[in-house]
């Protein structure tokens, strides 16, 4: 499919500069941030009610009174941080929102960065990387009809294949789904380029073999060594015990044993691989940063945007981390990837899960 939004399009829409990326598409889903820090209500928990919520305690912790709630994907002003002396022991970490306090598990701190836009689509396409808290993509069903599938989430990466005119009469990303193969539109300017220098190889004088990475699950946490030497301690979520409900004879435990990493990818969509608006589907498009050790099952490092609550299992079975964390594991082991690559093989960095 070639591209329908020309230079010509592009200038007919009349000066659109960067002043103008401003202005918010008809569909965006985020209001403007103030100064500060601030976070997106992340959880994907289902309550008996059929809400979506986060609780706000009157003190920093879960046995306080429940001021009221904040609704996912709602966007929380931040005042300060509190490391919590009442815990939970694996992340003591609060926020002083108004009204009383909130656990950082399932906030997302976001930003709200608008891009230029990019005109010129390589052939292969480019990995971009959403930098506002969320946008709703739209899929064209026929000429006129254009109807809401995912919402993308800050931090999240997606491969961008063309640039169309989109339900606004903007510029709107074409990105086509890893698993789905499924085509569909993102309001451009909240996609940023990735770029081939921050993807550049870390430690690339130290011998690959002398690069390993340790897990202890009892811990919840992730060591990477170069020989005897601790470049990396960081807190992970492992699998869960149990079954999978969603890949029924799959167990959501992180196995145990000794591994390489032998497969990289930018972004991955993980879930059912339906092709859906539903905000409790279990669908996480555009996983950042994927390092897998055991692919035959999908294990592996990446990125996550769904919590923030590392120290607890909270996995089907792969290695939740930090988006931070994981891209830096991404950069520093081998199999090397280069950013135009959606895909690298290759017998790499050994993992140690015990």
């Known amino acids: 499919m070639k591209n329908i939004f020309s230079r010509r399009d592009f200038l007919k829409l009349g000066a659109f500069g960067l002043g103008s990326l401003a202005f918010h598409p008809l569909f965006s889903t985020e209001p403007a941030i103030s100064t500060g820090m601030v976070a997106r209500v992340a959880t994907t928990r289902v309550n008996p009610d059929g809400t ?3 609780s706000v305690y009157s003190q920093p912790n879960d046995k306080s009174q429940i001021v009221c709630q904040r609704y996912r994907d709602e966007l929380v002003n931040i005042y300060y941080e509190v490391i919590s002396p009442d815990g939970p022991y694996y992340n003591p970490k609060w926020y002083r929102v108004w009204n009383g306090y909130m656990h950082s598990a399932s906030l997302q701190i976001v930003s709200d960065q608008l891009n ?3 005109l010129d689509i390589p052939a292969n396409g480019f990995l971009g990387e959403v930098t506002v808290p969320m946008t709703q993509t739209m899929r064209l069903m026929n000429k006129t009809e ?3 599938v995912y919402r993308l989430y800050y931090g999240s990466t997606h491969w961008i294949v063309g640039i169309d005119i989109g ?5 709107w990303y074409r990105l086509k789904d890893e698993l789905t193969k499924v085509e569909y539109n993102a309001y451009a300017p909240h996609l940023r380029q990735v770029t081939a220098e921050e993807l550049t190889p870390l430690s690339p004088d130290v011998p690959a073999t002398k690069k390993r990475i ?21 807190k992970i979520s492992s699998g869960n015990a149990g ?6 004879g799959i167990p959501t435990s992180t196995p145990t044993g000794t591994f390489h990493i032998e497969v990289k990818v930018p972004s991955k969509h993980m879930g059912d691989g339906n092709t859906t608006a539903s905000l409790t589907a279990y669908e996480l498009p555009g996983v950042p940063w994927v390092s897998f050790f055991v692919p035959d099952i999908g294990i592996a490092f990446h990125g996550t945007y769904w919590h923030d609550n590392f120290g ?3 996995s089907h079975g792969c290695v939740n981390m930090s988006t931070e964390d ?4 991404y950069r520093w082991t081998t199999p090397v990837i280069k950013v135009d690559q959606q895909q690298q093989g290759g017998f790499g960095t050994q993992v140690t899960v015990i």
Do not use: C
Request: aromatic share 8%; charged share 25%.
């Open 326 to 329: 994981a891209k830096w594991i």
């Open 243 to 248: 079954l999978n409900p969603f890949h029924v």
């Open 146 to 148: 254009w109807d809401p």
């Open 52 to 54: 979506l919520s986060v």
């Open 116 to 118: 230029p836009v990019i």
């Open 312 to 314: 607890l299992p909270m």
């Open 214 to 234: 340790e897990v202890t699950l009892s811990e919840q946490v992730l060591r990477a060594y170069e020989e005897d030497k601790l470049v990396l301690q960081t």
């Open 167 to 171: 339900p606004d009469g903007k510029p």
